[in-house]
């Protein structure tokens, strides 16, 4: 992904607003404040125990660099007994970098034990509580021993794992938009599916902690070229540079009030942002699905509602919370003048305040001024619901650096 220019002004920013954090001792969190600056880190949902397993000496926090919500669970595609077949090399791609990495895996679908018996990181050999290989029970998930690998920021990182047997199902992030493989002795056999691998986590002395976007598609990236890097996010992350970390928990198809792809945001809240290593903000950008996919919500205040609620428990663990306004998507074939006077509703309780602490504008960045209730052409993907790579980018350019990594008055847009 081609890094983006401004990055000296990005860090003279960072420096002032690190000192005075350090002024009114936030522990070297940027975004922490007020009665919310206490840690965000904590046992991780699903048994995850979110502790730094690092080498005696060793300095630097732990923070996540890449994470995929875990969405379903889907029959082993490669059951044989072949286990040259039951290798799958996840190719993941960092916004932070450090000197160590550990891995979360997840068998969250799963309805038998997985055991997984060779994890590598960029072929360096990952152990669990020193063993060479785990069993994760059913519904959980749980976080390998440190490995020292140099993890480098803004770069392709594969993690490789085998599972000797197919008792699935497999716990899977479909429609990744990046390419990992299956091993074969010939040829790897391309996958879009990131299989068990829900998060890889950096220790780093550069980077001071993870912005967490939380969304559905149009967080995910449905509608950008796979293998490029372009969702909205990785946007971000190429602004700040590897000063900060992003990671994308996006869901294509995902709802806040109702399961679906992926269970409901409401549900799955607490593992996907509050679990996340070094979580310090959460963008949350949900609600479009509601709006338009059958079942329809047709009570806007049930939507930001919903919204409310996250924001309240992010801040109960610290986090600062920026929301992003729908988008429209007139011409899409579930579009209806009654469904869009539902989502405007939902954007004016937005721009009003008292549902985020502050909001990025997303519809009015990227709606055709000739036609508001439509994306501008030159961001639509071709479904008018969905943008494309030029589309994310606007996305990705829209918060003010300086802003995103300081607290602020609830009707502030950034």
Sequence with gaps: MPRRHGYALFIALVAGVAALTAAVAFAGSLLFTGARAKAAAAPGPQGAARTPAAPAGATGLWLAT??????????????GTDLRLR?????????????????????????????????????RPVTFRGAPSVTVAVGRQTVSDAVAVRVAADADLVVALRTPTARGPVTVHPNSHQTSTTELPEAGRPTTDWRYLTAVDVRTEAATGAVVAFGDSLTAGSGSTTDTNSRWPDVLADRLHGRYAVVNQGIAGNRLLRDGSGPRALDRFDRDVLGVTGARTVVIALGINDVQASPQETDPARITDALRTLTRRA????????????????????????????????????????????????????????????????????????LNDSGYRVLGSLPDVAALLRPGPATDAL
Excluded: C, K
């Design 315 to 386: 801040h109960a663990r610290g986090l600062d919370v920026v929301g992003a306004t729908l988008m429209p998507y007139e011409g899409h074939r579930n579009w209806t003048p009654a469904r869009d006077a539902v989502r405007m509703r939902v954007n004016e309780t937005i721009r009003a305040g008292g549902v985020f602490d502050r909001f990025l504008d997303f519809d009015r960045a990227v709606r055709d001024p000739e036609a508001p209730q439509r994306l501008r052409p030159a961001y639509d993907s071709g479904d008018h619901l969905h």
């Design 66 to 79: 890449w994470t995929a919500a875990p969405v379903q669970g889907v029959p082993d595609p490669d059951a």
């Design 87 to 123: 290798t799958v090399r996840n190719v993941v791609h960092t916004s932070a970098g450090g000197d160590a990495a550990r891995v979360t895996l997840s068998n969250l679908f799963g309805t038998h034990p997985l055991l997984v018996d060779r994890v590598t990181v960029d072929g």
